[in-house]
């Protein structure tokens, strides 16, 4: 029976120990083709189009798993030359091969490593709306978050749909994408915004402030009565500029709504797009209640230049304790910034014209 015993235990060492071996044999030889493959991508995101093609070669022999398993760090989101020239020539190796694979498996881990491989796919709109309509919440989320800024507008409908997905991670990443989109969204936002549920009205809003085109007025304007302070608050941040002063009339009522971090907001948005034949009316805000809208007011008109700073010099002379403080609280910031000269701020030798006269638009 001891026989037995030191028999069994024997084997079981010596099978612990060749498994062992045969486990560190493999991670050795895993590491040694991802250094291998590491040290080929490095030579092919330098290298001309005459030294790709032997390299693309020489990246053909590696294993794909290994191949992957490298593409699967490359940032989701290329901004720069090199990312984007990575991305390419892990595209021309098996790994797309894989990628496809994956986009069909009924794991939903698996369709997850898909959705963020998505980039080195020649035509992956197919696989993509595939993925985007997936019955697990992380493969809809995962395949979102891969869009650059192409895939962002080309799927901006799919996306707008998304802000209303069951599942909250689907939601947030489908804003985030819309947030980074460029002026290819314009159309869409003109086309979803007015049909939007009314608690969609803020992400869609966002997404408007973010463009910033004045194309979108029409779609913004109507919510600027809005009984929700935060929507109203949205519809400042979002109002474009750089349009006739005629149509920006409801916007002079965000200035004065009940609401502070309304009038913050659309004094911030004064500032933001230097419209500076509003400037009489944010000196009017010095006089505010609140004091955060008076700090926004005295901070928009120190970035208006010239009108900002006639504006905080005429506050000086007034009888107004509040707005006389805060013109004086900013203009010292532009002196002790060196913005300002001190003589400066006592010469008043241009008149405001009607305007901006802050006292009279208040």
Known sequence: MIRGSLITIGASLFLYVVVGSLVDAYQNRRRRQEAQAMEVLSRALYADHEQLAPLLEEMRSIPSQVLFSIAMHVPLHFDDQLSHRLLEVVGNTTARRKVYRLSKSRFWPRRVRAARMLQILPEPENTTRKLLQDSNAAVRAATIESFDTDQIAFFAAELFEALDDKHQSVRFVAQQALLRGDGRLVEPVREHLPNLPSHLIAP???????????????????????????????????????????????????????????????????????????????????????????????????????????????????????????????????????????????????????????????
């Open 204 to 362: 869609g809003l966002e997404v408007a402030a973010n463009l910033g085109d004045p194309r979108l007025l029409k779609v913004i304007k109507p919510h600027a009565t809005s009984e929700d302070p935060q929507v109203r608050r949205l519809v400042a941040a979002a109002t474009p500029f750089g349009i006739p002063e005629k149509y920006l009339g409801f916007f002079v009522g965000l200035l004065a709504d009940e609401d502070a971090i309304v009038r913050v907001s659309a004094i911030e948005a004064v500032a933001r797009t230097q419209a500076q034949w509003m400037a009489g009316r944010v000196g009017a805000a010095l006089r505010d209640r609140s004091y955060e809208v008076r700090r926004a007011a005295g901070n928009c008109l120190a970035q208006l230049g010239a009108i900002g700073l006639l504006v905080l010099r005429e506050a000086l002379t007034g009888d107004d304790p509040f707005a006389h403080d805060m013109a004086q609280q900013v203009i010292d910031g532009l002196v002790v910034d060196g913005r300002v000269a001190a003589r400066e701020v006592h010469e008043v030798s241009v008149d405001l014209d009607p305007l901006t006269q802050w006292g009279a638009a208040a």
